[in-house]
């Protein structure tokens, strides 16, 4: 067993921390297959005029095939400025293929997401 489980992950960029207005934002896929244990996907907000929702969904492939919602993978409303959010996820839970969706309900809000996950030992 890893004494630093933290030195060991790999962080991934979801989604660039940008001002966003009013609607969804759509995440670029993550293959999962090389990762295991938990998922953590981390949500940072700076200014916010607004709220914003971030979820997490899965499918089997790059193309968003069989695209859903992850049960439960979900922010509570964010409204205050200069918050972090995480949402864990065990990988065994999640099908290939990730993205997050950040749905700002009024803008702007500044908002970034980033995943954590372990890669797998071999």
């Keep these: 067993m890893l004494a630093n489980q933290a030195q060991a992950c790999e962080v ?8 966003r207005s009013a609607g969804a934002a759509n995440g670029s ?5 090389k990762y295991e244990g938990d998922a953590v996907f981390v949500v940072n907000t700076g200014a ?5 929702i971030v979820k997490v969904e899965d ?3 790059s193309g968003g095939t069989g695209l859903a919602d992850v049960t ?10 200069n918050t972090v959010a995480k949402i864990i996820v065990p990988c065994s839970k999640l099908r290939s ?3 997050v969706t950040a749905t700002v309900t009024t803008g702007p809000v500044l908002v970034g997401v980033s995943l954590m996950a372990h890669p797998k030992y071999v």
Excluded at 29 to 33: A, H, P, Q
Excluded at 48 to 52: H, P
Excluded at 72 to 81: K, N, P
């Design 29 to 33: 896929y993550v293959d999962l297959s």
């Design 48 to 52: 916010i005029t607004g709220s914003v």
């Design 12 to 19: 991934v960029n979801m989604l660039p921390a940008a001002s």
């Design 72 to 81: 439960g993978a979900v922010t509570s409303s964010i409204s205050s400025a």
């Design 59 to 61: 499918a089997t492939d």
């Design 97 to 99: 293929h990730v993205r």
